[in-house]
């Protein structure tokens, strides 16, 4: 039954589309819904690993659509674990594999452990115990957070991670009320980022950019230590638009600035992608309007409501100390003390 | 921590036990290190924890290997060795009273998954208020859910089921997690000499774990608890009633093999009985109760009553045929519940259901009684056991109760 692998194998970062590994370890049997990118998520991610991996999904779409008795999809180890424990399952999963070893009771190799996990599973109830792991830098895992940016399974409701305004089926709208919901999306990679100076990788990704995702998730394998990827996820369902637009909404996402795209590896920032060239200046932000008019959760909004979504971006490209990953920022008076140039990146001129 | 007496520790090389004084956690922490643990997850709650203190102090000293987890939460604790028993870790975990509670959904799915997984919960009241003493809702709140249940009523017991316990819940007969009772400060934190058996003989006992081909492991890519709906719930969870029936018989080989290298145990793996033989009605609780019972026993006994005592050692399984085969014997039972079920049929405590409900079918049944003592960790006094004692010899004499007399809440100020 073993899975063709070379044991030990090393995952070198992936060059192009055509240097992507052709088996497939995610493969037929699930029932997510068509278009749904947290399905490709789940593909590219398993790609990227290899078979000597172990992976836990907490409860959400991708266990209750992804994983059906008899007619699994996934072709390596798999296990579910509860809503909020996503952490402690890559935790323990990790400990009882690197023990075992230790004692001469499984055979030395490396097995990657990987635990997945929704925005809901991972931004709101488990992320204690996301936070917790990542300190046990003793431990390898992956912890992934694919949001979708709602509790997509149990019918669309509102999670911390959805966006300002969205309609879901626990903030509709009403005669008395346009917008129910009016919090702004917590930054969840910048605050792991900034909150556990001893994890080595933590990143933010989209699967419209395959091959990025695919080396993060194979340098946060490589690095040691627990490690977090969170994906943004266009969900059909939960956001209302055709199916075949799904790629497309990442990408808008990305290019509104609104999902920027970096890693944080070895306490070093890396924007990558579309985000990148933001940045640098070399592509100008398109306004979140064409981001938000594609999407039917959005349907209601006016105009003042367009504009604040798009204020509260801005300020994250314009205000924040690193754009879209630290929101605070310093006192002009004490400018001085920070370690780095504080120029706007936008008003970065790109380099020679 | 434990002051090792050695008594002619060396003087013959088949020696299986040295003396030491040790309190219940200490006891199951020599366990913990007995039964070479892989994997363990702690969070700080009394008096369970206790056990995590002196398996730390162990692992710092250098006398065992094992992966100690400071968890965030019990949630977290108990999540944590559930997935680390999944890849074939032996593990161990525990708390008390209300970190059991927070604690509930990873209990649940462990028991639903049958893994193995070995926990002690120091009994403690549930908040609110708040108290430390023993009190047995916390344990008792998982009855339904596939854990086997020992509860101890001496260290050395707590030892001895804690070594039982990795040896049954692991027989993939029964592949089934145990949570181990054990009273909160009478028990977790009262020193007793304890018989400590040495590695040599531990290993003649329990075999290493092997999950066999449910291990999660690359080689044995399987897919463990898909949705399964109602298109295969019912089968699932019939196994694991399968799975707690067997496990009677093999907690009675277990224990037969325990006693033949231990000497220890009793005659009966469930019930440890006290001057029963000529006994007309008898005491039945479980856990440290026992002893202020027995001790109001040897005093009524001297004033000439035939009374003795029954005591559970295994909640779940419960033991319905050796109950029935045992308590037929007699006129009256007074169960003596250290918890409480409001609004239960007759407000009687959880113990004093059981009882009854095993006893029904009986053409000829005893009398039985219910007595709530003991909250809180407040202490059985002899004014109590009187109390107890004289109701239930009433009853046995009379042959019924009164209706609306069932249930009796002894040592309460009103
Ligand atoms: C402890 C607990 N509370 C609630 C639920 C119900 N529930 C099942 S799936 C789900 C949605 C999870 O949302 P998310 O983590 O975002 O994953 P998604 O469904 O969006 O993929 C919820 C709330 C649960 N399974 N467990
Ligand atoms: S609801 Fe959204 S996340 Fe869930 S399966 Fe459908 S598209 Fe995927
Ligand atoms: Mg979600």
């Known amino acids: 039954m073993a899975v063709a692998a070379t044991p030990n194998a090393t995952l070198p970062q992936i060059k192009g589309v055509k240097d992507v590994p052709y088996d497939e370890l995610f493969v037929s049997g699930h029932r997510t819904c068509q278009g749904c990118e947290s399905a490709l998520v789940m593909r590219h991610m398993i790609k990227a690993a290899g078979p000597r991996t172990i992976v836990l999904g907490s409860t959400g779409c991708m266990y209750v659509a992804n994983t059906t008795y008899y007619t699994t999809p996934w072709v390596v180890p798999w296990m579910h674990t509860q809503l909020g424990a996503a952490g402690s399952a890559a935790l323990g999963t990790s400990a009882g594999l690197k023990v075992l070893m230790r004692k001469g009771k499984l055979p030395n190799e490396k097995i990657n452990v990987i635990a ?124 209302d638009y055709h199916p075949q637009y799904s790629q497309e909404l990442g990408h808008l996402a990305v290019e509104t600035g609104i999902w920027p795209l970096y890693e944080v590896f070895d306490n070093k920032l890396n924007l ?64 001085a003390l920070l370690r780095v140039d504080t120029t706007p990146l936008h008003e970065v001129k790109k380099p020679a | 921590m434990a002051t090792i007496i050695e008594k002619g520790q060396d003087a013959v090389s088949s020696q299986i036990e040295v003396e030491a004084l040790v309190t219940g956690c200490e006891a199951i922490a020599e366990a913990i290190r007995l039964a070479d643990v892989d994997v363990m997850a702690a969070y700080p709650i009394r008096p369970y924890d206790g056990v995590m203190q002196a398996a730390a102090k162990l692992i710092a000293d250098g006398k065992m290997d094992v992966e100690y987890i400071v968890a965030d939460g019990e949630h977290s604790q108990f999540e944590i060795v559930k997935h680390a028993c999944a890849v074939g870790a032996r593990v161990f975990v525990g708390s008390s009273g209300v970190g059991w509670f927070y604690a509930m959904e990873a209990i649940a799915v462990t028991g639903g998954l049958r893994l193995p997984v070995v926990a002690i919960c120091g009994n403690r009241a549930l908040d609110d208020p708040g108290a430390f003493g023993t009190e047995h809702n916390d344990s008792l709140a998982v009855r339904d859910l596939g854990w086997l249940m020992p509860w101890a009523e001496t260290a050395q017991e707590s030892l001895d089921l804690a070594l039982m316990a990795w040896r049954v819940g692991e027989d993939k007969r029964v592949s089934l997690p145990v949570a181990i009772g054990l009273d909160g400060a009478f028990l977790t ?99 440290t109760l026992a002893l202020p019972m027995k001790v109001a026993i040897r005093r009524l006994r001297a004033q000439g009553h035939k009374v003795g005592l029954v005591r559970l050692k295994w909640f779940r399984p419960f033991p ?64 109590m056991a009187t109390q107890i004692f004289e109701k239930t010899k009433q009853a046995a004499e009379k042959g019924s109760l009164d209706q609306g007399d069932t249930c009796t809440w002894i040592g309460v100020r009103e």
Not at chain 1, 278 to 286: C, H, L, M, V
Not at chain 1, 317 to 325: R, T
Not at chain 2, 341 to 354: A, D, Q
């Open chain 2, 189 to 287: 934190h009262s020193q007793t000499i304890v018989k400590i058996p040495t590695q040599d003989a531990v290993n003649k006992f329990l075999p290493k774990y092997d999950l066999g081909n449910r291990l999660l492991h690359p080689d044995n890519p399987i897919t463990i608890a898909p949705q399964v709906d109602q298109d295969w719930l019912m089968e699932i969870r019939r196994q694991n009633d399968a799975a707690m029936r067997r496990a009677q018989d093999v907690i009675r080989e277990a224990h037969a093999d325990f006693k033949r290298l231990f000497g220890r145990g009793g005659d009966n793996p469930f019930l440890d009985e006290y001057m029963t033989d000529d006994a007309e009605y008898v005491f039945f609780g479980q856990g």
């Open chain 1, 272 to 335: 990558t992608g579309p985000t990148r060239q933001i940045a640098e200046g070399r592509k100008k932000r398109k306004p979140v309007v064409e981001y938000l008019k594609r999407q039917g959760r959005f349907a209601h909004f006016t105009d003042e409501d367009v504009d604040h979504f798009q204020g509260e971006v801005d300020k994250m490209w314009e205000k924040w100390l690193i754009p879209g990953v630290i929101p605070f920022t310093i006192a002009e008076k004490d400018r």
């Open chain 2, 320 to 383: 319905t045929a050796d109950i029935v085969k045992s308590l037929l014997r007699f006129k009256a039972i007074g169960v003596i519940d250290r918890d409480y079920s409001f609004g239960s049929p007759n407000y009687g405590g959880v113990l004093y259901h059981e009882v009854r409900s095993a006893l029904y079918s009986q053409p000829k049944r005893p009398v039985v009684l219910s007595f709530i003592a003991g909250l809180g960790g407040r202490e059985i006094d002899q004014n």
């Open chain 1, 116 to 239: 997945f996990c929704g925005d809901g599973g991972g931004a709101d109830m488990g992320l204690g115990a996301i936070s917790a792991t990542l300190t046990h830098k003793e431990y390898n895992s992956l912890i992934l957070l694919y949001d979708n940016e709602s509790y997509a399974n149990t019918d669309i409701q509102l999670s911390s991670m959805t966006p300002y305004g969205a309609i879901t089926t626990f903030s509709p709208t009403g005669k008395a009320k346009r917008l129910m919901h009016t919090r702004w999306k917590k930054n969840v990679p910048g605050m792991l980022a900034a909150g556990h100076p001893e994890s080595r990788y933590i990143a933010a990704a989209c699967a419209g950019y395959a091959v990025d995702l695919m080396n993060k998730i194979r340098r946060a394998l490589e690095v040691g230590g627990p490690t977090f990827i969170h994906t943004i996820d266009p969900c059909p369902k939960g956001w």
